[in-house]
């Protein structure tokens, strides 16, 4: 009896340890799974910070990108404009010089040819006036004259196009000082959109949804510089296409945004569009400073320039401006 | 207290006095003594069961509580075999205790309680450990580094010359090793 009482008391006794022992297996499992819970989540956070860290990194590689080009083109520009100020004015003097020779030319022209008709010309001057005659036939005088004419002509058209890249350098990298102002930044893209009418009337419709904005402090010039860029490169993304620029504020800033229906831009491409000298135009058509001097000026204002794009649909860019305490 | 020192209790209670004693123990004291090694439970609760396990046995609290840190050293030693790398000596292993294993329970477990200890190594056949915990556990800690002589087959005499039960801010243990006791 006794023994069986024993046994009945081990064997409650094994019952109650079995159950405290599967009790804390469960307990184990849950704890196990919560930690798992835990890891998955820290191991989300994670991902989030190393995404945000990647993001950043990006766009400070590109701010220190921007800022070292910014500082090479502004010792270019600098070094640029002395040569090209002379070189312009040489070339000035040279066309000048040009019309006096080539009056010069036609007087000694006409002149060989009346000493050609005299029957009592001295040998030595009937042989001088046959090798002039000679060289004007064989090097084709006139045809040299008439392409001098047009040699300078390029070379100032071509300068003029050096100047104006100077220009834009300078633009970017802050060296000219317009005048900061309080504007209405739809007046600028109303103006805008007059001065650039002639790029985008047969190519595309424009849609305006303007709301009424307070009164920014900026340089309306300047701002202005920059929708033309975008309005022209919009108009250059399409055969016929639609433009909609909007406007409108909230509490802190003025946003603009200007969306095309055109060929879209690449993510290859869309990493570089910032940078100087970066340009898909084909070459003579664009100088691929546009959008870099465009970015230069936002960042002046203390804003933002976003672009977003698909390829086959469009491109849209926004502009944020402050109200309140951006940089000029 | 992290649970591992309930499953060790419990293991020890089971092997030294039997699975009825131990169940004795959490009858007495109103436990569930459902434990798993990665929880945490109250401190309170293995006082609780310290002291039924004394008045049951007979055996002092000091006494028991120093048996049972010696019993938690080969435990420990079995459940986490990455403090105990081969050729670790008992010196080591005591130098390692606040900043490598706690280091790493504070990995593991970061709401995890710790006593805190601060070495002097006045030679190298000496170590002094300076214990500090809300605990006062100082007789585990003697049973611990009775555990790690045993464990390593060394001997070590541990004088404990000042003592927070005393009145002192810290309990400070002087070790000699290789000194028969």
Redo the contacts between chains.
Sequence with gaps: MNTHAVMTDESELLARALRRERLARKKAETLLEDRARELYKSQQEVRDHYESLRTTQMQLVQSEKMASIGQLAAGVAHEINNPIGFVTSNVATLAEYLTVIRGLLESYGTLTDLLAEQPDVVPEVQTLLQSIRHTVQTEDLDYIVSDTTDLLRESQDGLCRVREIVQNLKSFVRLDQSPVQEADINEGIETTLKVVWNELKYKCKIQKRLSPLPPLRCCPGELNQVFANLLVNAAQAMEQGEIVIESSANETHVVVRISDNGCGISPDNLAKLFTPFFTTKPVGSGTGLGLSVSYGIIQKHGGEIVVESQVGQGTTFTIQLPLQGGPL | MKGIVFTLLNELVEEKFG??T??NMLHESDL????????TYPDAELLQLVTHLSSSSGIGTPALVRAFGNYLLPGFAAHYPVFFPPGITARQLLLSVDGIIHEEVKKLYPEAVLPRFDYEEPSPQELVMIYRSTRQLCPLVEGLIDGTAEYFGETIQQRHTRCVHRGDDACRFELTFGVTP
């Design positions: 699975l009825a131990w169940d569930d003594g459902v434990y798993t090694a990665a929880d």
